[in-house]
């Protein structure tokens, strides 16, 4: 019956324009993500079952659910499900898929047209909830404005937060009963930044997390739709003790390289984090749990600044130009970055290769040296998070100066560059696979910020320094990179 579902899935999703898929965040569940989210369940012992299913779509969720049940012969003495869904268009759908199953398993089902977050809050506030047993969610994603209805409206139930998406998972974890449970595949941004802070507070205080899976492509989750986004689905069980945390990976929606292990607690939220970050620990994680000790320095133990560029372009037009001419000095955008070296001046960049040098832009210029840049937005193709290059006073034909725009980050010595040994030696262990796995651990962003670098953990100044000698000039493959940070143990 799924296959069924499946098809109708293919179906609506090739015939809802764009615009309304954007509008209402309607992008639907793959079958086989949905059964993996079925099964995830541990509570399937209740006596009576109570799923919501809030933001259903048509039902690809709720069905596989009931399909769960099904082939693992679950039975409830009795089986309520109860199923949001905004769009009229769809609704139909939803009670179609919902009435395949009936006459396999019994169940009754009720379908509202309201928006789930008014609905749902109304209930509270009149004390009419009918509190779950189970929640599968697949939330619509779109920002919540801080003055925004929503956001009062959440306010009115403890909710603060800024993504339709938290505010779905924070509003069912309310309406839990004790011992209930939930899974959700949400965006990963959540588990790290400011802003999801009081979300992960309410599934820090109110849940344990019990199982965690990673998709590690960006577009596995909803790649019919073309959705570029890292997700990952969660398992969370309200009011009970927080104990080992699953966590599961795999490539893509087929699981077929799934890899499962267990952690404890305090490899996922460290205890001395007052942010509260939640970490995924992927396969390589073994390896960065023993790096780490050798690792632990900070930028600042080091004596390195990182900053972001600061020639923001459209502000300083007038001292721009497409080529060097005297007076002027390079400018440097992602685009000159090639091979872990600067390329330049480059005229097929459609982008000014200079700055003219003056009382207004001096002021934004780094003097000539070494240095270590790290672009702040990999591309798509981009295997790894965290591009690094070197920066050398050759390869800028010796200028005096130069501008680096603001989609760069900038490793520097108090505005002034750094040792040779030390810049080649900070871009060889930033472009390591070891420091790539481990960034992926907290970061759920595809951007790399000056903050994100400070986050990191480097090896020490001497060592940085042997790396870069032992390494004597950029480009390397990423076999070589590898193995000369694996053999920073023996320096
Ligand atoms: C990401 S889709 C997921 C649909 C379904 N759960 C699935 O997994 O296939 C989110 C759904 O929520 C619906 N929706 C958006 N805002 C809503 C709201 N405030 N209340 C109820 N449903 C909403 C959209 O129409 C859309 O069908």
């Not at 089986?79 to 268009?89: M, P, R, S, Y």
């Amino acid at each position: 019956l799924l296959a069924q579902i499946e098809q109708a899935r293919l179906r609506i999703s090739k015939n809802t324009a764009p615009k309304k898929k954007s509008q209402l965040g309607q992008f639907l569940t793959p079958k086989s993500t949905a059964s993996f989210m079925a099964g995830l369940f541990s509570n399937m012992d209740v006596k009576d079952c109570h799923l919501l299913d809030p933001g259903a779509g048509m039902g690809s969720l709720a069905c596989a659910f009931i399909d769960r049940c099904i082939t693992d012969k679950v039975q409830f003495g009795t089986f309520k499900i109860t199923a949001f869904e905004l769009d009229n268009d769809i609704q139909d759908e939803l009670a179609n898929s919902l009435s395949i199953y009936k006459d396999l398993l019994p169940f009754t089902h009720e379908i509202f047209g309201q928006d789930f977050i008014e609905e749902t809050i109304n209930q509270i506030q009149f004390g009419q909830i009918d509190y779950y047993s189970h929640a599968i969610i697949n939330p619509p994603y779109k920002k919540i404005g801080s003055d925004s209805r929503y956001r009062q409206l959440l306010r009115q139930a403890g909710i603060e937060t800024v993504n339709l998406y938290s505010a779905f998972v924070a509003l069912a974890l309310c309406v839990l009963r004790e011992k209930g449970q939930l899974v959700a595949i949400i965006p990963r941004s959540f588990c790290n930044g400011p802003y999801y802070r009081p979300f992960r507070d309410i599934i820090l205080a109110n849940t344990s997390i019990k199982h965690i899976h990673l998709f590690e492509s960006r577009n596995a989750a909803f790649k019919d739709d073309g959705v570029l986004q890292e997700n990952i689905i969660i398992l969370l069980e309200r009011g009970s003790e927080q104990g080992k945390v699953v966590v599961s990976t795999s490539t893509d929606d087929s699981f077929s390289d799934l890899e499962v292990q267990g952690y404890p607690f305090d490899q996922i939220v460290f205890p001395d984090d007052a942010e509260h970050f939640i970490h995924v620990p992927t396969p390589g994680n073994d390896r960065i749990d023993k790096r780490s000790k050798q690792f632990c320095h900070s930028l600042e133990d080091i004596g390195v600044n990182v900053s972001t560029g600061p020639v923001v372009d459209f502000r300083l037009k007038e001292h721009l130009r497409d080529l060097p001419e005297p007076g002027t000095v390079p400018l440097l955008y992602p685009g000159h970055f090639c091979n872990q070296k600067v390329e330049w001046p480059k005229t097929d960049l459609k982008k000014p290769n200079a700055i003219q040098r003056n009382d207004e832009t001096e002021k934004w210029l780094f003097p000539t040296g070494y240095y270590c840049v790290v672009r702040r937005f990999s591309s798509k193709e981009e295997r790894r998070r965290i591009v690094a290059s070197l920066v050398q006073p050759n390869d800028i034909a010796q200028a005096e100066a130069i501008g680096f725009e603001n989609h760069l980050n900038i490793l520097h010595n108090n505005k002034q560059g750094l040792p040779e040994s030390l810049a080649l030696g900070l871009v060889i262990y930033l472009n390591s696979t070891v420091v790539d796995e481990s960034f992926r651990r907290f970061s759920g962003h595809t951007q790399v910020n000056a903050a994100d670098l400070k986050l990191i953990k480097y090896p020490g100044r001497t060592e940085l320094m042997a790396l870069g000698k032992s390494a004597g000039s950029v480009p390397l493959d990423q076999k070589a990179i590898d193995d000369l940070v694996e053999g920073i143990n023996a320096v």
